[in-house]
């Protein structure tokens, strides 16, 4: 599993727990930041993690706007936890980070929704990534 795949479960994790809790994105990556601190051996996936997730808390307005834009029929906010997280770090990748191919932000989010949440939610992360991905 490459450097960055592992990254993105990372960024999973921070984003998902954030959510789960309640709390700030800010405060699960501080604690994410003290737990890396002490885990040298996995400080390539912890750099690509934290770019993932200052980058969603800095457009993370913009974000969610073109998540409910393009997925039809749902609501931000009635998504499971798992899926919402997944969409913000594909359409960071997709919108903001130049180094990552659209086709490979796409990827890389079903086969994370396929481990990770439901039987439906590889093909609604690839719809909505995808119908995203054509609009801008």
């Known amino acids: 599993m490459s ?8 960024a999973l994790d921070i984003l998902y727990s954030a959510d789960v809790r309640g709390e700030g994105i800010g405060v699960t990556l501080a ?3 003290t737990r890396a601190a002490a885990e040298p051996a996995r400080a390539a996936s912890w750099l ?16 969610d706007e073109q998540i409910t834009t393009h997925s039809r029929d749902w609501k931000l906010d009635r998504m499971p936890v ?3 997280a997944l969409l913000r770090i594909g359409v960071w990748e997709i919108l903001f980070n130049e180094e990552i ?5 796409i990827d890389e989010a079903v086969e994370l929704a ?11 992360v690839h719809g909505v990534l995808a ?5 801008s």
């Open 48 to 63: 690509y993690a934290r770019e993932i997730v200052d980058g969603v808390i800095d457009h993370q307005s913009e974000i």
């Open 31 to 33: 604690a994410e930041a």
């Open 82 to 84: 798992v899926d919402r």
């Open 114 to 124: 396929k481990e990770y949440s439901s039987d439906e939610a590889g093909p609604f």
């Open 131 to 135: 119908r995203i991905a054509r609009s």
């Open 3 to 10: 450097a960055r795949t592992k990254a993105r479960k990372r």
């Open 101 to 105: 191919p659209t086709a490979v932000a």
